[in-house]
């Protein structure tokens, strides 16, 4: 933040109380009535936007191709100079201050990390410290500290060359080179595009994990809504033009979204979309008749009978499932075998009510083991559990959208009060948009 | 993390950082696999330095027992082509130098934004004037600034400097477009981004279009003598007008070992100056 005080050119006061809150590094940022026009189109690419992103939270940018999403994004950088509006960042006024010298102060991701395939990892990270003229010592610990952070052991890949990394981990560096200076502000352009699924979901959960840690302010541009979801504590569902449909949270877009077009956006499935919005330990589970190795098998079948259940669920000494027998695997057994199941349909309870849908689709079983700290057995999640939190959270989306609390629309709200001085028609439509939220 | 045993060598190996085990299928590669690469790399570049050397030293062999007369033996004294070889290397390199100093500079004004529009039309002119005949390049600008050495060196810049314009911009306009973003918007500037990170991606191209340029010097160098300019032209000249066929003989092979030779040392250039990591 200090980056921006000292060098923005524009004296101002920091107006934003939230980014002094403890714990939040990132910067807030205002679009004030932002315009883009690009010579040669008749309409505009960005269209007097105006848009709060608060501090410290992730803010997702979705829409259709060609809406202006990115657009919007390149403008918070300057690496597209707005044709009108300002650009605020953490209470600075930056439109007129050096590009450069902005840009050097927020973080910049792209699709596949756009890392420099002559430079190593290292000196990829090291590009913004060293033009802000660290020495060579203290870049060098950085990018070790880096490294560490994105989950790539410094030892084995400070030295290597991006083509001798895979797409996950080019990725993973990319963030961590825009990480380098500690920016208050870090900016995503479609960042886990390029790496396949399973990758990605892991590179969206290390990004949480880091900015749970650090508490940047990520704006961050997507095509896939599912993302969005799991990244977003705001989502901007764009129109062309960039025309603001919602801003929400993902659960509010997902139970109660605007207009017809975020309806179409989300598509169908909202229901299961939802899924990626609980986690396990949100949600009731079911006990299990729990056995140990060693156990007669009759002993443990008779209190799965007397407990009515199908199953047993058999752990080590220290709690941690090894196998899940059926009544009938039971009555074929003497005693309790000690060999782990290696296909045991085991989830976390940090773990999205969608991985455990997945888990359990695949178990013979119909359900899954929930296990808690240490691995230790929990209980057991099935799928009438995960369809009741479904219905569940879809009425408290409702209701908490009758609430309407103040505050979840702020960027909204200061769009209205602050368009009094620019296009009428411009803050009729944002305030309309405003209105359609609630 | 801890428990992985990866070897130097298994450093190619991709897969993400969780995934990979330590029983990885790349670790057990041995040290000796990087000589042999090395001297895969290496192979095509000794192999024509031996070949050149061969055949130089069987015309060295030649020449000594061939039955030659007096003016042949005359014009093909060591002495003598000696000061022509040197003549050819002098218009070669005083040609290449300037091109470069033409050529690379224009081809990265082209590409810059300001004139970015004319790029493509260069380009065409590039390749246009890469099919007009050298000798007649040669000749006409004799007939305007004069014969001699400089008429010749001017023609030999005029064409030389074609291929290294081309390739220049050709290697600047290949960099991936999102690099040059992601250097943006780091905050690096566009000079920034233009010394550290276009150039030298485009450094393999451009060096390639040298190399091209150098031999064409070479072979065009030899047209030199038809205005005066010196070099080995004038042995074949002297060949064909007195029918000399060794003279002939001698002149074109060692202009064509002169080239082949220029075309090793680019080469090497190129091997060694070749950014780590592409």
């Given amino acids: 933040m200090s980056e921006f005080i000292s060098s923005a050119a524009v004296v101002s006061t920091n107006t934003d109380d939230s980014a002094t809150r403890p714990g939040i590094t990132g910067a807030s940022i205002l679009l004030d009535h932002v315009t883009k026009r690009f010579p040669g189109q008749a309409r505009p690419a960005v269209d007097g936007l105006t848009m709060e992103i608060p501090a410290g939270k992730i803010v997702m940018l979705v829409g259709p191709s060609g809406c202006g999403k990115t657009t919007t994004l390149k403008m918070i950088n300057r690496l597209i100079e707005p044709t009108e509006g300002r650009i605020v960042v953490d209470g600075d006024d930056v439109t007129d201050m050096n590009g450069d010298t902005l840009r050097r102060g927020i973080g910049y991701v792209i699709q596949a990390g756009g890392l420099f395939p002559h430079m190593t990892v290292a000196r990829n990270i090291g590009i913004v410290p060293k033009m802000l003229g660290w020495d060579t010592a203290r870049i060098a610990t950085r990018v070790d500290e880096l490294l560490e952070l994105v989950s790539l052991d410094p030892a084995l890949y400070r030295d290597r060359y991006p083509k001798e990394l895979s797409g996950g981990q080019q990725q993973r560096v990319g963030v961590a080179r825009a990480l380098a200076a500690d920016p208050p502000v870090l900016l995503m352009d479609e960042p886990f595009g390029a790496v396949d699924p399973i990758t990605r979901l892991r590179l969206q959960d290390e990004l949480l994990n880091i900015q749970e840690e650090l508490q940047k302010t990520i704006v961050c541009v997507t095509h896939d809504f599912d993302e969005a979801v799991k990244l977003g504590d705001w989502i901007a569902i764009f129109n062309e033009g960039a025309q603001l449909e919602q801003y929400d949270t993902p659960e509010r877009i997902l139970g109660d979204p605007a207009n017809e077009f975020v309806e179409n956006f989300i598509g169908s499935g909202a229901g299961l979309k939802q899924l990626t919005l609980t986690r396990v330990a949100d949600v009731a589970l079911s006990d299990a008749v729990v056995g140990n190795p060693g156990e007669q098998a009759t002993d443990v079948l008779a209190r799965v009978v007397e407990a009515g259940h199908g199953h047993a669920v058999i752990v080590d000494e220290r709690r941690r499932p090894i196998q899940w027998l059926s009544v009938r695997q039971l009555g074929r057994l003497e005693t309790i075998g000690d060999v782990p199941d290696p296909k045991l349909p085991v989830v976390g309870k940090h773990a999205t009510l969608n991985d455990a849908l997945d888990t359990m689709l695949v178990s013979s079983a119909g359900a899954a083991l929930v296990t808690g700290r240490r691995d230790m057995f929990k209980g057991v999640i099935d799928v009438q559990t995960v369809m009741d939190a479904i219905t569940r959270s879809q009425t408290a989306a409702v209701l908490e959208s009758d609430q309407a609390p103040v505050g979840l629309n702020t960027g909204l709200f200061q769009a209205q009060t602050a368009a009094a001085g620019a296009d009428p028609s411009e803050a009729v439509e944002n305030g309309a948009d405003a209105q359609a939220v609630q | ?278």
């Fill in chain 2, 1 to 278: 993390m801890t428990t992985r045993t990866l070897t130097t060598e298994a450093r190619l190996a991709g897969g993400d950082s969780a995934v990979e085990t330590p029983g990885d299928p790349a670790a057990p590669v041995l040290p000796v696999s990087r000589a042999r690469a090395t001297w895969r790399s290496w192979r095509g570049l000794v192999y024509q330095l031996a070949g050149i050397l061969l055949a130089f030293l069987a015309l060295v062999i030649w020449l000594n027992t061939a039955d030659l007369s007096p003016i042949e033996l005359t014009t093909l004294a060591p002495a003598a082509l000696w000061v022509y070889t040197v003549e050819h290397i002098q218009l070669t390199l005083l040609a290449a130098v300037i091109v470069l100093v033409i050529a690379v500079p224009l081809g990265i004004a082209l590409t810059r934004r300001p004139l970015r529009f004319l790029t493509a039309p260069v380009l065409a002119i590039a390749n246009f004037g890469q099919a007009a005949p050298a000798i007649g390049v040669v000749v006409l600008l004799a007939f305007w600034v004069g014969f001699g050495f400089w008429a010749a060196t001017l023609s030999l810049v005029l064409y030389a400097a074609l291929p290294v314009l081309r390739n220049t911009m050709v290697g600047l306009q290949q960099v991936d477009a999102r690099l040059i973003e992601a250097g943006r918007g780091m905050g690096m500037s566009s000079a920034a981004v233009l010394f550290r990170v276009e150039l030298p991606l485009a450094v393999p191209v451009m060096l390639s279009g040298v190399r091209t340029a150098l031999v064409l010097l070479v072979g065009t160098a030899a047209l030199a003598t038809f205005v005066n300019g010196g070099g080995l032209g004038i042995l074949i000249t002297t060949g064909v007008n007195l029918s000399l066929t060794p003279v002939l003989i001698t002149g074109a092979l060692l202009v064509a070992l002169l080239a082949l030779l220029i075309d090793w040392i680019g080469r090497v250039v190129e091997h060694v100056a070749r950014p780590k990591g592409l």
